[in-house]
Nanobody, 125 residues
């Protein structure tokens, strides 16, 4: 059974850093596309970063230059390095995996069919 489990969330002051991890099991992650999404209370779920099976990444404009997505295929683990965190980055962060159709937006949540339970990130002074 395909599963993804997030970890690494927490509370941090503005300007701080966190690294989220997403451990995949039940399949080989390098054959699938993976992404990070986030959802703040009262807001729509937003695509943050994606990486496809070829290692090509896409980063949302709202976090470009601050967040980096990477994957360790040997460990079947996806990462999100978040630097220069801002209060508006506060949200539940979710890992997702699936196969994105060609020419479709890899930051659209309808492209993914397996989701984790999420990990909370809070940025506050």
């Amino acid at each position: 059974r395909v599963q993804v489990v997030e970890s690494g969330g927490g509370s941090v002051q503005p300007g701080g850093s966190l690294r989220l991890s997403c451990a995949a099991s039940g399949y080989t992650s390098n054959n699938y596309d993976m992404a990070w999404f986030r959802q703040a209370p009262g807001k729509k779920r937003e695509g943050v970063a994606s990486i496809d099976s070829a290692g090509i990444t896409r980063i949302a404009d709202s976090v470009k230059g601050r967040f980096t997505i990477s994957k360790d295929n040997a460990k079947n683990t996806l990462y999100l390095q978040m630097n220069s965190l801002k209060p508006e980055d506060t949200a539940m962060y979710y890992c997702a995996t699936g196969n994105v159709w060609p020419s479709m937006n890899p930051l659209s949540d309808d492209q993914y069919n397996t989701w984790g339970q999420g990990t909370q990130v809070t940025v506050s002074s």
